[in-house]
């Protein structure tokens, strides 16, 4: 059977080029970046060379980017470290109801420390409440952490508008930007971002490494004690491979954003006519046009999306519902519940996440088993056709 892989905000395949550039920094240039002999200033110099590739492609200085262990680690420093670290002018931090567990979990931890945490409401496309967002920063506000594009439903957000109001009010504007690298064009210093995540295994590099950038100039706390790398405020040996394998997949990924976004996006919209045409009661999730190029939710009426995922799977087809970190619990969905869903369509979402090397054949298999599966699961259905997108929330 050849399976079939739509499950790509999950994380992604290698790409080859990366893994080439990697492989030398294993077991040829082995050396610990921190140490002063041959060994470790070349391991060093590859290390220097990632930075300078992420900072060009993003635009900012290299002494701007730290490196992580991925983009939950850069969230949570980014929030906690620069809610800290600003404590003395004030104790509330501005978010969204639809960010990443590691955005949302940092300010609950932030809550519990006595931080007064607000969270934005979002439209029904999963779109931030702008209005919202002026009515709550305070003299108190030292903080707007919003994510340039949502993992599940592939919302793309105002982010150009939202850092400058942030701007304008003199509150720094981290985002999480794991999703939308390779997908949306994002110039840090034009943009106005003070802070911005990303992470390797989203943009085809690898597993385990990030970065976060944070403006010259931003104060912010420590995310680890030891060593002294990363400035003094990262401890810990550098990973010289993955850091390696992160720059080249950032340069990629920004060097082919227009290519990858253009085809991605027309098979995305080929398989939303093909899904809406083929399948009734199949509503998209997110918004229509500002979305990924990559991401397809649908919450499909009658069916529960766990059932779904468990089906097709058994057919070779790797979809996900929710988003990953919170699937293998039974939670619902955070996010399809900020988008006001009745709970049937919040359990009946399913996500789809193209790759830049998914075929338009590979998509027409996978609508051809959704048919068949979602015929399957409505005959055993316990809500009716009256009763889909009634339930309560
Ligand atoms: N933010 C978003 C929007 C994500 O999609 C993810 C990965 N699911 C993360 C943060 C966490 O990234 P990492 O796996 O690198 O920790």
Known sequence: MNK????????????????????????????????????????KDATEQARQKIA??????????????????????????????????????????????????????????????TYLDVDKYGLVRLDQLLHNINKDTTLISIMSANNEIGTI??????????REKGVYFHTDATQAIGSV?????????????????????PKGVGALFLRNGVAIEKFMVGGEQEKNLRAGT??????????????????????????????????????QSKIDMAFLNGHPIQRLPNNINFSF??????????????????VSTGSACSSGSVEDSHVLKALGLAEDLVKGGVRFTLSKSTTK???????????????KLRKISPITKAQVGKLKK
């Open 4 to 43: 079939i892989y739509l499950d790509n905000a999950s994380t992604t395949a290698i790409n080859s080029e990366v893994l080439t550039e990697m492989m030398p920094y294993f077991n040829s240039v082995y050396g610990n970046a921190s140490s002063l002999h041959s060994f470790g200033r070349d391991a």
């Open 56 to 117: 060009s492609a993003i635009g900012c200085l290299p002494s701007e980017i730290y490196f992580t262990s991925g983009a939950t680690e850069a969230n949570n420093w980014a929030i906690k470290g620069i809610a800290h670290a600003n404590s003395k002018k004030g104790k509330h931090i501005i978010t969204s109801k639809v960010e990443h567990e590691s955005v949302l979990k940092a300010c609950e931890e932030l809550e519990k420390e006595g931080y007064k945490v």
């Open 361 to 375: 054949e590979e998509l027409d298999i996978v609508v051809e088993e959704l048919q068949k599966v979602i015929k």
């Open 185 to 205: 064009n994002i110039s840090v210093n034009d943009m106005k971002i003070d802070a911005l995540s990303l992470s390797g295994h989203k943009i085809y590099g």
């Open 157 to 166: 957000q105002n982010i150009q508008t939202i850092a400058n109001i942030a």
């Open 238 to 275: 550098l990973n010289t491979p993955a850091i390696v394998g992160l720059g080249k997949a950032v340069e990629i990924a920004c060097r082919d954003i227009i290519a990858n976004a253009k085809k991605m996006s027309s098979l995305r919209n080929y398989f939303i006519k093909e899904v």
């Open 301 to 318: 009426g009658m069916v529960e999306g766990e059932s779904v995922m468990y089906m097709l799977d058994m057919q070779g087809i790797a």
